[in-house]
Structures are given as C-alpha cells and as structure tokens.
C-alpha cells in the first residue's frame, strides 16, 4: 500500500478475497502491532528510522536475534527465518495459509544483497 505521511500508521484496511489486513511499511506492520511497538518504544512516528528499530524488537522478541546477526551462516539464517515466520507471514513455517518463500531462496536474496552493497 502506498501511503503519503509518516505522522503514524496509514490504518487502511485492504481486502482480496476473505482476507483483509491493514499492513502497511517497510515490514508490512500491522496497525495494532506497530501500536505496542511505538507505545513500548516510544515511537514519535511512523518513519522508516523507527519502523526499522520496531522491526529489531519483533526479531529480539523472537528470540532470534543473535542468529540474525550471524545471519552469513545458513543455519543462523535458517533459525531467525523459522524465528520469526509468526510475525512475518511469507517466511518459512508461518501458520497463517499464506504463500512463503522457502529458507534456501530467502537465503540466495540475502546473499545477492550482500554482495552488491
């Protein structure tokens, strides 16, 4: 979804099919889970800097978030994608019914970014 301000999250709720959902942002937060992240983090807005820094709580939250750092190591990158596939519905073992992506081309994007910066 394309928004025009980061005073705060868009709260547009989209629909395809039976499915609807307000995420919006870099990591596709959803209004009420980027609520508690603002209030526990004191947030001011809905800015890329800060969407970043919620994104690093969900992966501590996890519990994942030395592997994300190792992330170089596949098996490190492998644990933090399992990790955190309840938060992020596209990756590998997410409960949610919803197309994902497997761990070893999850893995080669990471990789071919790497490389090129």
Request: charged share 20%; net charge neutral.
């Amino acid at each position: 979804m394309r928004f025009y301000s980061y005073v705060d999250h868009p709260r547009e709720l989209r629909c395809s099919g039976y499915l609807c959902s307000d995420a919006a942002g870099r990591y596709q937060f959803l209004s009420t889970t980027w609520d508690n992240l603002a209030r526990r983090l004191g947030l001011s807005d809905f800015s890329p800097e800060n969407q970043d820094r919620a994104a690093v709580q969900l992966i501590k939250d996890a519990g994942v978030y030395s592997s994300v750092v190792n992330a170089e190591d596949y098996d490190n990158f492998a644990r933090a994608a399992y990790g955190v596939s309840t938060t992020w519905a596209s990756f590998p073992g997410s409960p949610y019914g919803q197309p994902v992506y497997s761990t070893s081309h999850l893995y080669g994007k990471y990789k071919e970014f790497l490389n090129r910066y």
